[in-house]
């Protein structure tokens, strides 16, 4: 990239800052929490929400898929687990927005540079979950596995893998919680989000109270929904355990 | 060899499920060795031995003796360093290991049961691997179920819903699926509570009984071992095949010190555990009712020829043993109704040792043998099992002049 560094943020693009005061326009006036203002523009939500789900969901996803796969490959090569956890760890350091400055002059501004970084952010937690999860799988069922005959891709797949799960999902559901955290800061990167409406105008109780409160729902929402796959993936979990 | 316990009520004999049913095999050991790298010594130095189909090899030895190291070698958990292993005749290394694993029976311990999956899933492991249709895996899982002793309405529980017993019951139920020709079973019963243990071992040689498998058998427990093999390896530390008999040929007559102190200082009471009470000639009685007059039964204990049990034993109108009458109880002109002492009671099916633990109970030294009916049938004499016991044929007048060994031909 040649020229001069665009400028990181611009405030609020996309994001319609007028507040647009109709009723209770002295409470709106002072920054206040507006009930009625907030029931009115609830709508101009939707989109910064949208973007942050979005940016949530596929940097789960692919932070997922390479952490997995990193998973499997260090369950079979103990010795990659420690380089593994080392690079991971150093990502996992990096300050976000450092991060996002460290990115803009390859990948400009936008989705890539903000899913890099949050991806990045996802991969300690997962890989480590996933190997725990794999290592706490009871040597004597891998044992039984292989002795009844089953072969190494079998024992991973049909063994392994599923009593691994609880312990994979917990990770996941951090790594959502904390994803969703970040990707409030993805505007600085010029991906939207719901960072969007905050920085547009931080002074306004209401605007931050809506989006901030969002960025909790949908936090709540997506653990529950990991918290819920778990269960309905692994029900010998729920069953009570007989004496 | 054990006796399968004629059970009429038992388990019924499993229906052969059409081509499920399949001969035990005959597995052969040929000087086998495992000698893991940098080790000073073998974990298996040379063993060899032939357990013939259908029979239960224990391999028992002290911790290090590498017992468990040669029951993972028949389906190569381990690989051996050297020397062949084959069943039916064939190397166990002519076909991918998992192919061979399918065709062998195998629990452990820890039952290593699948918690992730029910208990017919568990049970069906194996036949699913094989792809047989659902229908014949449902048919086959429900029959093992109740082969086994288990309710089938435990067939959607998760393992961890079970108790340990019942978690056993399943491994082994797993491990019969498709009938294998052979099984191993590593100290299947080591981590049960000795109650549940002694059950399990019951209903295992009971089931053992129908089945007919060849099984190897691996325990630290000698007791356990007697009970359950057909043959026994005991194995020093080392690897070293220390003896290979039969239970009632290693406690008559160790091979050498390691073994008879392995065996204990007890094996001559261990063998009555061997033995039941109908292997026990069985000496006869005077039977009496109540009521009976005390002259004709003083006549009674005199007039019969032989030696006879000293006590009259009374019974009932079924001839069900009652109480055992002494010099004190025959006085008067009729035998008085509820005089004499406990008796007790031993089934000709009942392993010597406990019947005769039960003699050692009771103040008059004899146990009344009843039938099934609980009709008495002789009686069992302590004097018997001391005779049982005392290794060779006693000699018939033991203060006779010694004969020389040629004098009788």
New interface residues.
């Given amino acids: 990239m040649s020229g001069p560094l665009p400028p990181l943020a611009q405030a609020g693009e996309g994001f319609v800052r007028d507040r647009d005061a109709g009723s209770g326009a002295s409470c709106v006036a002072d920054d206040g929490v507006c009930p009625g203002w907030i029931v009115d523009h609830l709508d101009r939500y939707a989109d910064p929400l949208a973007r942050h789900v979005l940016l949530t969901v596929v940097a789960i996803a692919i932070g997922f898929a390479i952490s997995f796969s990193l998973g499997l490959l260090a369950h079979r090569r103990r010795w990659l687990v420690a380089p593994i956890v080392q690079v991971t760890g150093i990502l996992y350091t990096i300050p976000s927005l450092a991060l996002f400055f460290l990115l803009l002059p390859i990948t400009g501004r936008g989705f890539l540079t903000a899913e890099i970084a949050l991806v990045s952010y996802t991969l300690l937690i997962i890989f480590r979950n996933v190997v725990t999860g794999l290592d706490g799988v ?1 040597p ?2 891998v ?9 190494e891709r ?1 024992v991973l797949w049909q ?1 392994q893998i ?2 691994a799960l609880p312990e994979i999902a917990a990770g996941l559901r951090i790594a959502a919680t904390t994803t969703v955290g970040l990707a409030s800061l993805a505007f600085f990167a010029g991906a939207g989000g719901l960072g969007d409406p905050i920085y547009a105008d931080p002074n306004f109780k209401s605007n931050v109270l809506v989006a901030g409160g969002l960025c909790v729902l949908l936090a709540i929402v997506l653990d529950l929904a990991i918290l819920g796959a778990q269960r309905l993936l ?3 979990t729920r ?5 | 060899m054990s006796t399968p316990e004629p059970s009429p009520t038992g388990a019924p004999a499993a229906p052969p499920s059409s081509d499920a049913e399949r001969p035990p095999a005959q597995l052969e050991l040929a000087d086998v060795v495992k000698r893991y790298p940098g080790a000073a010594e073998a974990t298996i130095d040379g063993l060899s031995l032939v357990v013939p189909a259908g029979e239960i090899l224990v391999l028992v030895g002290p911790s290090g003796c590498g017992k468990t190291t040669a029951m993972r070698m028949v389906n190569r958990m381990i690989e051996p360093t050297s020397g062949r292993i084959l069943i039916d005749g064939r190397p166990n290394t002519d076909r991918p290991a998992a192919d061979l694993r399918r065709e062998i029976g195998y629990v452990i311990q820890q039952t290593g049961l699948f918690p992730h999956r029910t208990i017919a899933e568990n049970v069906a492991t194996v036949p699913r691997l094989l792809g047989w249709p659902r229908a014949r895996i449902d048919a086959r899982t429900t029959e093992l179920l109740e082969l086994v002793g288990l309710d089938p309405e435990l067939a959607g529980r998760y393992p961890a819903q079970l108790s340990g017993g019942q978690r056993q019951r399943v491994g082994v139920a797993r491990a019969l699926a498709v009938d294998p020709p052979l099984m191993l079973m590593d100290e299947p019963f080591g981590a049960i509570d000795p109650i549940t243990r002694e059950r399990l071992q019951n209903e295992f040689l009971r089931l053992q009984g129908t089945v007919r498998r060849t099984i190897v058998f691996v325990t630290h427990d000698i007791d356990e071992a007697i009970k359950m093999g057909d043959r026994i390896a005991v194995m020093r530390p080392g690897g070293h095949l220390a003896q290979y008999a039969t239970p009632a040929e290693l406690l008559l007559s160790p091979a050498d010190e390691f073994v008879e102190q392995f065996v204990g200082a007890d094996r001559a009471l261990k063998r009555l555990a061997l033995a039941r009470v109908r292997d026990l000639a069985l000496e006869p009685v005077v039977r009496v009712r109540y009521g009976d007059p005390v002259g004709w039964v003083r006549e009674q204990l005199q007039a019969s020829d032989g030696p006879v049990v000293p006590y009259p034993l009374v019974v009932d109108a079924d001839g069900r043993p009652l109480a055992w009458l002494d010099e004190d109880d025959l006085r008067g002109e009729r035998v008085a109704d509820g005089v004499g002492s406990v008796v007790a009671t031993v089934e000709r099916d009942d392993v010597l040792r406990d019947a005769f633990s039960d003699v050692l109970a009771h103040r008059v030294q004899y146990a009344a043998v009843v039938d099934g009916a609980g009709a008495v049938i002789g009686v069992l004499s302590s004097d018997a099992v001391a005779r049982e016991l005392a290794p060779g044929p006693a000699p018939a007048r033991p203060l006779d002049a010694p004969a020389g060994p040629g004098a009788a031909a």
């Fill in positions: 009871p004597d069922v044992d039984a596995a292989r002795g009844m005959g089953l072969d079998q063994v599923p009593l692994t029900p010998w069953r009570a355990v007989a004496g």
